[in-house]
């Protein structure tokens, strides 16, 4: 699978992942301490729905933001979401209460950041590299890295905030995929073990999460939460069901808070009966 791609922007799969993003600057911002965000697969930034893919081929954004987008009843987590994928529109200058334009995670970052919070961005894909160098013009405290995101765990941790959060949304375009998140993390551990580490991973027949979660216990894994959402029956034939966020590190009681958050979700963006959200510790926090 591709994530590059306008026709996946704005699907459920980017607004699980941009409301669990949401929350976790939330919650480290629930101290007046200064971190960094690390984004190792950053993409372009924003995304135009009118362009969202091939004729041939349906957009997703329909299905996922489209259907959060005109309720006035979602809890106040939803809520803060889809008022950010507002506000850029708003930005953009779109007129009326029209869907455009769909914020990545680097533009949401910028969004969300303090003045006193650090922005690194890492893609490797030159095209989608520079649109978002112009997305990201002028926004202070901020660096866009034509890198591979991986090794810029070496290279960009432990920051001089001795906070850090960290986004790694690959593309899952090599089958080796896993082993690559397992060996980053292993290196991230090293240098910063007490930063947040989220990461997305889909839920496909040919990318088991469960041996996923074998080769992360080879890792001295500090308290892990793994976070899914299933908008198919678990059976499903579908080329992705669903897709998760294991967040080493997470903030305190961020279970607790995320699940009704994450049930609601499921409820809103069932595609068949068997939509569900799961909240599970690889790794339990001590009290």
Same mark, same amino acid.
């Given at each position: 699978?591709?994530?590059?791609? +306008?026709?996946?922007?704005?699907?459920?799969?980017?607004?699980?992942?941009?409301?669990? &993003?949401? +929350?976790?600057?939330?919650?480290?911002?629930?101290?007046?301490?200064?971190?960094?965000?690390?984004?190792?697969?950053?993409?372009?930034?924003?995304?135009?729905?009118?362009?969202?893919?091939? $004729?041939?081929?349906?957009?997703?954004?329909?299905?996922?933001?489209?259907? &959060?987008?005109?309720?006035?009843?979602?809890?106040? +987590?939803?809520?803060?979401?889809?008022?950010?994928?507002?506000?850029?529109?708003?930005?953009?200058?779109?007129?009326?209460?029209?869907?455009?334009?769909?914020?990545?995670?680097?533009?949401?970052?910028?969004?969300?950041?303090?003045?006193?919070?650090?922005? $690194?961005?890492?893609?490797?894909?030159?095209?989608?590299?520079?649109? &978002?160098?112009?997305?990201?013009?002028?926004?202070?405290?901020?660096?866009?890295?034509?890198?591979?995101?991986?090794? +810029?765990?070496?290279?960009?941790?432990?920051?001089?905030?001795?906070?850090?959060?960290?986004?790694?949304?690959?593309?899952?375009?090599?089958? !080796?995929?896993?082993?690559?998140?397992?060996?980053?993390?292993?290196?991230?551990?090293?240098?910063?073990? $007490?930063?947040?580490?989220?990461?997305?991973?889909?839920?496909?027949?040919?990318?088991?999460?469960?041996?996923?979660?074998? $080769?992360?216990?080879?890792?001295?894994?500090?308290?892990?939460?793994?976070?899914?959402?299933?908008?198919?029956?678990?059976?499903?034939?579908?080329?992705?069901?669903?897709?998760?966020?294991?967040?080493?590190?997470?903030?305190?009681?961020?279970?607790?808070?995320?699940?009704?958050?994450?049930?609601?979700?499921? !409820?809103? &963006?069932?595609?068949?009966?068997?939509?569900?959200?799961?909240?599970?510790?690889?790794?339990?926090?001590?009290?």
């Amino acid at each position: 699978m591709n994530y590059r791609h +306008a026709f996946h922007a704005g699907n459920f799969a980017d607004v699980f992942k941009h409301v669990l &993003l949401q +929350a976790l600057f939330r919650a480290l911002q629930r101290k007046d301490k200064a971190f960094l965000f690390l984004d190792t697969h950053a993409g372009r930034g924003r995304y135009d729905l009118a362009a969202a893919g091939p $004729a041939t081929r349906s957009p997703e954004w329909p299905e996922g933001i489209g259907r &959060l987008w005109p309720r006035s009843d979602l809890p106040p +987590a939803l809520a803060g979401y889809v008022e950010m994928v507002r506000e850029c529109n708003r930005y953009h200058r779109v007129e009326g209460a029209k869907l455009r334009y769909y914020p990545g995670s680097p533009a949401l970052a910028q969004m969300l950041a303090r003045p006193i919070d650090r922005l $690194a961005f890492c893609e490797l894909q030159p095209d989608e590299c520079a649109a &978002l160098e112009r997305e990201m013009a002028g926004v202070p405290r901020m660096r866009v890295h034509a890198t591979d995101g991986y090794a +810029a765990l070496k290279a960009l941790l432990p920051p001089l905030e001795r906070r850090a959060l960290v986004l790694i949304d690959p593309p899952f375009e090599g089958a !080796d995929e896993f082993d690559r998140i397992v060996g980053a993390l292993r290196a991230g551990l090293q240098r910063c073990p $007490a930063a947040v580490y989220a990461i997305w991973y889909p839920l496909t027949g040919r990318a088991p999460a469960r041996e996923f979660f074998t $080769a992360l216990r080879t890792l001295p894994l500090p308290p892990t939460l793994a976070v899914e959402l299933r908008v198919h029956a678990p059976d499903t034939v579908a080329r992705m069901g669903g897709c998760g966020m294991v967040i080493l590190n997470p903030p305190w009681q961020f279970d607790v808070e995320i699940r009704p958050v994450l049930d609601v979700l499921a !409820d809103l &963006l069932a595609v068949e009966p068997g939509a569900a959200a799961r909240v599970e510790w690889l790794v339990r926090e001590t009290s």
